[in-house]
């Protein structure tokens, strides 16, 4: 087990990483201060008969266990779904010495842990991810739902006590999922570093013959990154928002298409490949963008190339990280050296325009 702990300005917790951990549970909810009066899990109707039991197994000694399940996908981040959390919670009585359990992949820790982050002003929770994307929503405490035009535009930050990361969960996700959390671990090892990228791009050369070790390696490597921004800067007022690369141009791609017409991480990857192509064009610098884009390819990685310039561009700019409509981009002078730039529109435009032609091509 590898244990990584997040060091915030509001909270410190530990991140447990491994095959087999989930048998540590119980453990860390009778170390809580104050003890915990009752527990809701709250899950997904994908992973409750796979793995509602079990944690049910691994926490009920001591504590009373209620559950909730909610329907699987982006749509559940709702403000309906979340009012429907929030009356469950009443209905069975939990207080603030309650806490909550996200079982589930990003949608159910946004979702649960704003729930957690509200009801009765704050109530403790934590994050029992079970996807290879929840690596990066699970550590740093944001928490959110969406409006149906914009992606975690309601929300929080909110720390849980702790996220147990049990491996062996990983093991019934489809290809798009493995993907999917692929694209935000190679989005970190570019941002901290060009040995961290180039091990990866060594190593990782399917994402359909992953043994045990190369996952421990990649998600220790992914939360590692990830931890160093944000014990640094929690709220992103600053570097944290280096995390963002590649979400501009790929939240644009979930908005336009629809929210679960791809997945997440998916329009990400390809928002990375823009942001390498941009980087490269803006800085007059060597990115490696071609060997990228064949590894992406390799790992069979979607591209997108129906969209319409125009509407894109429109999306780019409802972006959380822009104030008053300004572009603001994460680019990388070098691997491991990211910048925020405010971008001209017309430059964006002119060079989406041209990397959609190459990468189609």
Sequence with gaps: MNVITVNTSSKQYDVCIGFGVLSELQSKLDSLVPKVSKILIITDDQVAPLYLEEVRLNCSKTNKVEHYIIPHGEKSKSFAIYENCLTYCFDVQLDRNSLIIALGGGVVGDLAGFVAATYMRGIRFIQLPTTLLAHDSAIGGKVAINLPKAKNIVGAFYQPELVLYELSFLTSLPIEEWRSGFAEISKEAMISSNDNLSWLM???????????????????????????????????????????????????????????????????????????????????????????????????????????????????????????????????????HPVICELEEDFIKENLDSFLKQIIS
């Design 202 to 336: 060594d190593h990782i050369l399917s994402l359909e013959e992953l043994n045990n070790e190369l996952v421990e390696k990649c998600v220790t490597m992914g939360i590692s990154v990830k931890n160093e921004i944000v014990s640094r800067d929690e709220r992103e007022t600053g570097e944290r928002a280096f995390l963002n690369l590649g979400h501009t141009l790929g939240h644009a791609i979930e908005a336009y298409l629809g929210y679960a017409k791809t997945t997440h991480g998916e329009a990400i990857a390809f928002g990375t490949l823009f942001s390498i192509y941009l980087s490269e064009q803006f800085f007059k610098v060597d990115l490696k963008f071609n060997e990228i884009v064949n590894w992406y390819n390799r790992l069979n990685y979607p591209v997108y190339s129906n969209l319409e310039l125009d509407p894109i561009i429109n999306l780019m700019k409802q972006d959380k990280k822009n104030i008053d409509l300004k572009i603001k981009y994460i680019l990388l002078k070098s691997f491991g």
